[in-house]
């Protein structure tokens, strides 16, 4: 069985959110002793990962060296995160495989991936990125062509397009790797976002959401199970009010009424839960939304909200 495993932010920093190297470290050993014990069980792991935090300190660093060094572009961003998770989850899996008496070739690449240039993300951006910063601050970068919002008492936020995921660009080299038998962590922080541009390919301000992009990654390495692991440990009806009820076993056509209702935010569970009905309805045996906790047996759909097709 072949699975496309995507790591949530917090499955690569703190449990209070905090990603110095050493936090960030501990936190991707836990991963990857989980990515251990299923790869002991025989299922083939592909990887993928969420950055928000990391380039969120890339933008920082940009911002604060600006005078000194030249900021670097957000493309630029996600491949230095790519590299620099990949590392440490590479680091992390041969330290729990060789614990458990195993060994595995590991590969992380850096992962582009297209999108629409007329994608409407990049007429209305949405997606919030980096720190707050001052009314005075943000018009400096206002005034260079940027987008930010005004969010009151915190100040301002840039905002960038999330466009839709279209095809994974180095998706050849992820598949020849995994057929070769390698554990191969791809696309991290959904891929860089490129578009066409002439005869070749050009990086764009924007990022893709990692876990539409994990949808994206599991069909084309042909994964039979997509498995998103966050802090929770289930999709939850009613989230937060005493009437909160996890979603166990649901057909694709039930989750996505269940969408529509309202019931998994936007900016976090939502973007899961439209991944693993996708999943499914292109194709996918079933889709698995858990935490770490609980990953062996979500693998095997039994844990967790399990997205199963209708009928
Ligand atoms: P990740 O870093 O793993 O992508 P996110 O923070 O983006 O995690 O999404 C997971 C979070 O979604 C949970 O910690 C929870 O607070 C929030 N959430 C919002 N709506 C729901 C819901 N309906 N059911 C479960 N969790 C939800
Ligand atoms: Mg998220």
Redesign the pocket.
């Known amino acids: 069985m072949r699975v496309l495993l995507a790591l949530?932010?917090?499955?690569l920093a703190r449990s209070d959110g905090r990603v110095r190297p050493e936090d960030q470290i501990d936190a991707a050993q836990v991963a990857m002793d989980a990515v251990a014990d299923l790869l002991t069980r025989d299922v083939e792991v592909v990887l993928t990962h969420?950055n928000?935090p990391q380039v969120g300190n890339l933008l920082v660093k940009n911002e604060l060296a600006a005078a000194v060094v030249p900021p670097v572009p957000l493309d630029w961003c996600g491949a230095q995160t790519q590299a620099t998770l990949g590392l440490i989850l590479m680091n992390a899996l041969e330290h729990a495989l060789t614990e458990r008496g195993l060994s595995r070739p590991c590969a992380t690449l850096v992962t582009r991936t297209l999108v629409d240039g007329d994608d409407p993300g990049f007429a209305r951006p949405t997606k919030p990125i980096g720190r707050h910063l001052s009314d005075a601050e943000a018009a400096v970068l206002v005034e260079r062509g940027e987008t930010w919002e005004d969010r009151g008492a915190k100040g301002w936020r840039r905002v960038v397009a999330s466009p839709e995921p279209r095809e994974i660009i180095d998706a050849p080299a992820v598949t020849a790797l995994v057929d070769a038998g390698f554990l191969v962590v791809a696309n991290g922080g959904g891929g860089i976002p490129v578009v066409r541009d002439g005869s070749g390919l050009r990086g764009v301000e924007a990022v893709i959401d990692?876990?539409l992009g994990a949808a994206l990654l599991a069909r084309t390495v042909r994964a039979d199970v997509l498995v998103v692991?966050?802090?929770?440990p289930?999709?939850?009806?009613r989230?937060g009010t005493p009437e909160a009820e996890p979603v166990g076993r649901v057909t694709v056509g039930r989750l996505r009424e269940l969408a529509a209702e309202g019931?998994?935010?936007s900016?976090?569970?939502g973007p899961?839960v439209d991944a693993a009905c996708r999943f499914v309805e292109r194709g996918g045996q079933y889709s698995v939304i858990t935490n770490l906790e609980h990953i062996v047996d979500g693998v095997a759909g039994e844990a967790g909200t399990v997205v199963v097709p209708n009928g």
Do not use: C, I
């Not at 949530?8 to 499955?11: C, E, P």
């Not at 692991?229 to 929770?232: E, G, M």
């Open positions: 949530g932010g917090n499955a969420g928000g990692k876990d692991a966050t802090d929770v289930a999709a939850v009806l989230y019931h998994f935010a900016g976090s569970m899961k």
